[in-house]
């Protein structure tokens, strides 16, 4: 008996032991692998870089004047905690990349006029430290080899002009970038999609069909054979590379401008007027999120270790404090932070994240 009271009473202390050591998932974690950033809007006359490094719990700024003075963030992503890039409009007469080695510490510009063309670059995609691609208005595609030192323009002859808004891909061969073309033959706006299979040498462009959205504001690859792509009041989703696109989730009046797939069977797409949808079965079917928020258009969402999920988004209106939202277990429970700036949002990046 008094063996059996000793057992019972180690037992116990183990078990309490293990409760208290037990991290809950809902608690914010300090760790370098969940630091991210923001882009947005420019604020207090400048372009706005949002970073955090506890997990989405607190934001500061980072960036200054001399650098985007009155000139809008539209995309940003990093590779890991030290190395991340953002791109935006046009300052001092040519499009406005920036870098950063120390993880936002200190940013500096890349490129040059004589490199850079005089156009608004809306989509930034690091392959590693050395290649970067960037994209944006008139067809502009660019290609740095050597971490952002040199910039040279890559063209393609046979697509129309074309506005970019993405870039994704899956090991350094497979790309894809996604934005809206003129139609030759209509003059109207058409969703376009290029691939490249071999690390960018060769392009060619992908269709989806005649009943494509005007626009895709943004693509993601999960894995090298299935990718999605959201656009106009809809996201479409290939399994043979980019042969075929078929439509996976159909809605009314609201732009689906992000996606993030966590690999081919989690997605996470957020849209106008409030709309975040997650689907655990590769697109089949939808789950729609309802946090408590209202008036704001998401714009961009990322996803590490399956269950943090990050959100950013600017007012409807087009005027005030965009919106950061994030979940530390799949979606289950959502927090909401106050912006520290009085600007809207538009793309987000962890540097342990798909994007």
Not at 4 to 15: A, D, H
Not at 275 to 301: C, K, Q, R
Not at 307 to 329: D, E, L, Q
């Amino acid at each position: 008996m008094n063996r059996l009271r000793i057992i019972t009473f180690v037992g116990l202390i183990i078990l309490m032991l293990f409760s208290f050591t037990n991290c809950d998932e809902d608690e914010p974690i300090d760790d370098q692998q969940y630091k991210g950033w923001i882009v947005g809007q420019a604020a207090s006359g400048y372009g706005t870089i949002l970073s955090t490094s506890n997990d989405g719990l607190t934001w500061s700024r980072q960036g200054s004047q001399s650098q985007a003075a009155g000139v809008d963030l539209y995309d940003i992503h990093s590779i890991d905690q030290n190395f991340v890039w953002a791109v935006g409009g046009i300052y001092q007469g040519y499009g406005l990349i920036l870098h950063s080695t120390n993880g936002g510490v200190n940013w500096y510009r890349q490129g040059s006029d004589t490199e850079i063309p005089d156009v608004r670059l809306y989509a930034v995609h690091a392959i590693d430290e050395q290649h970067i691609w960037v994209a944006g208005e008139s067809s502009a595609i660019l290609l740095s080899e050597d971490g952002g030192a040199t910039w040279k323009i890559i063209s393609i002859n046979s697509i129309p002009l074309t506005t970019f808004y993405a870039f994704t891909s899956f090991g350094t061969a497979n790309l894809w970038i996604a934005g809206e073309a003129i139609d030759t033959t209509t003059a109207s706006t058409v969703g376009i999609i290029l691939h490249s299979p071999d690390a960018g040498l060769t392009w060619s462009r992908q269709g989806v069909d005649s009943l494509s959205p005007q626009t895709f504001f943004d693509i993601s690859a999960g894995n090298n054979n299935t990718v999605f792509a959201a656009g106009n009041n809809s996201v479409y989703k290939t399994v043979d590379g980019g042969n075929v696109w078929q439509k996976v989730l159909d809605l009314t009046n609201r732009n689906v401008n992000g996606i993030c797939a966590v690999d081919v069977e989690n997605i996470w797409a957020v849209s106008d007027f409030d709309g975040i949808y997650h689907s655990a079965n590769g697109g089949d079917s939808w789950e729609t999120i309802h946090p408590s928020i209202t008036g704001f258009d998401l714009m961009g969402v990322t996803v590490a270790d399956i269950n943090r999920v990050w959100i950013a988004g600017t007012p409807s209106s087009g005027n005030g404090k965009g919106n950061i939202i994030y979940s530390r277990n799949a979606g289950d429970t959502w927090f909401i932070e106050d912006s520290p700036v009085d600007a809207g949002f538009r793309r987000v990046s962890f540097a342990s994240a798909r994007r």
